[in-house]
Each structure stands twice: as structure tokens, then as C-alpha cells.
């Protein structure tokens, strides 16, 4: 079973509707991550989690929310959807490190993602 | 301003052959750099990472350079297979009081190995 899962895989839907993605880790991390991927662009950070209830904007947070319900789950919510936002969208989980850790534990573990287009 | 900045949208080379992938950065903060592949339908997968304290981390195939003067870093690919035929991502993070939270990822690079 993956480690990182991502639901829907593909969604399509129309200008002003609300939409959930849903991601679950069972790696155990505490950090978890979402980023969005558009053509040419590489993978930009949308929001971050460093633990469950903490939430914190990436550099493109504008019409996204997101709720981190357990450790295992963090869910990215778009209030009402726009064409631009139409993308693929990548969930990843990291480790804490540890006090004097190298800093191989902040390598980051992606989900298959979620393409989604809006109408 | 675009930090990560991978200057080739895509490279073509010979299975058997070394593969090059290259990849600039403009923050001298960056302390800790990663590559990863990401095939079409998939999520990136992490495939190999350096710390700023050495200019060389080799994994098998994969070998990773850091020039940190020249603020530039690249992946040796070899031999290459027609199996790392994905897009390559340059990632790199910087030391945040030990909360190193945030990747900033260049654009990728396709690369293509041709049996």
C-alpha cells in the first residue's frame, strides 16, 4: 500500500463550486505539505502543517484553505473554484528532526496526486 | 524571483551514456539540496540529496555535485537506462533554526534516454 495517498485522483468541476482534496499518510510524520504543479512551473507550496491544528500559508495560499484533522490527514479545500486554479495538486508529509539531526529528515515523501480541472 | 532555476526544459542522451542534469541556485542560504524523478500519472519520488557541508553524495547511478561558490549543483546519471526516461526536479531548502520546512523546487527538466 502506498505511504502517501491523495483522493480524488481527477476531478473536474465548474467555476464557483466548492471542492476537497483529501490526503492520508500512514508514514507517521508529523509535517504535511500541499503544492500545486502548472506546466513550466515547477511545484510551488500552497500550505504547510507542522502538526495537528498548526496551519501555515505557502506562497500561493490565496483560494485554498486547509484543515489538518489528525496527524494522518490533511484535507485542501478551494471555497469556490476558478479556472486557474485548474492544475495538479501534490500532498507530501516530512519528519520532524530531531535535536542535532542531519538534515536528511526534511526530505519530503509526494502522494500520486490529484489533477484538477475547473470549468 | 525564481531561486531554483534548472536552465534545460529538457535533455536527450543515449542509454549507456552519462546523463547531466543541471541545476542553479541564488540563495546562499540554501544549505540542503535534493533531487527528485517524477514520472507522468505519479507523484515525485526523492531520489537523492546533498548537504551543503560536502560538494559530492554518490548513490549507485546517481551521483549528486555541489559547487558552492558557483551556487550550482548537478546529477550524474550513469549509465543511463531508458528507465530514467521522467522529469527531474532540483530542490533546496534553507536552515530555518532547525525547522527546515520549506522546498523550493526548480522547474524540472525531461530528460530522455533512448535505447
Known amino acids: 500500500d502506498a505511504d502517501v495517498t491523495q483522493t480524488p485522483r481527477n476531478r473536474i468541476t465548474k467555476t464557483g463550486k466548492r471542492i476537497m482534496l483529501e490526503c492520508s499518510q500512514t508514514?507517521?510524520?508529523?509535517?504535511m505539505y500541499w503544492y500545486r504543479q502548472d506546466p513550466g512551473l515547477g511545484l510551488r507550496l500552497i500550505y504547510y502543517?507542522?502538526?495537528?491544528?498548526?496551519?501555515n500559508k505557502g506562497e500561493i495560499s490565496d483560494g485554498y484553505s486547509v484543515s489538518r484533522q489528525a496527524q494522518a490527514k490533511f484535507s485542501l479545500s478551494l471555497e469556490s473554484a476558478i479556472p486557474n486554479q485548474t492544475a495538479l495538486y501534490f500532498c507530501?508529509?516530512?519528519?520532524?528532526?530531531?535535536?542535532?539531526?542531519?538534515?536528511?529528515?526534511?526530505?519530503?515523501?509526494f502522494g500520486p496526486g490529484t489533477r484538477l480541472t475547473v470549468l | 524571483d525564481q531561486q531554483v532555476k534548472q536552465n534545460s526544459p529538457s535533455l536527450s542522451v543515449q542509454e549507456g551514456r552519462i546523463s547531466i542534469l543541471n541545476c542553479d541556485y541564488t540563495?546562499?542560504?540554501?544549505?540542503?539540496f535534493l533531487w527528485y524523478k517524477k514520472y507522468p500519472a505519479e507523484g515525485p519520488t526523492f531520489l537523492i540529496s546533498?548537504?551543503?557541508?560536502?560538494d559530492k553524495n554518490e548513490d549507485g547511478r546517481f551521483t549528486v555535485f555541489l559547487n558552492k561558490s558557483a551556487k550550482h549543483l548537478s546529477l550524474h546519471i550513469v549509465p543511463s537506462q531508458p528507465g530514467d526516461s521522467a522529469v527531474y526536479f532540483c530542490?533546496?531548502?534553507?536552515?530555518?533554526?532547525?525547522?527546515?520546512?520549506?522546498?523550493?523546487f526548480g522547474k524540472g527538466t525531461l530528460l530522455t534516454v533512448n535505447p
Open positions: 507530501a508529509t516530512s519528519d520532524h528532526p530531531g535535536t542535532g539531526t542531519l538534515l536528511s529528515t526534511d526530505t519530503q515523501y
Open positions: 508514514k507517521g510524520h508529523d509535517r
Open positions: 502543517s507542522f502538526d495537528v491544528k498548526d496551519i
Open positions: 540563495n546562499s542560504m540554501f544549505d540542503y
Open positions: 546533498i548537504s551543503s557541508i560536502k
Open positions: 530542490a533546496a531548502s534553507a536552515d530555518s533554526g532547525g525547522s527546515n520546512y520549506k522546498l523550493t
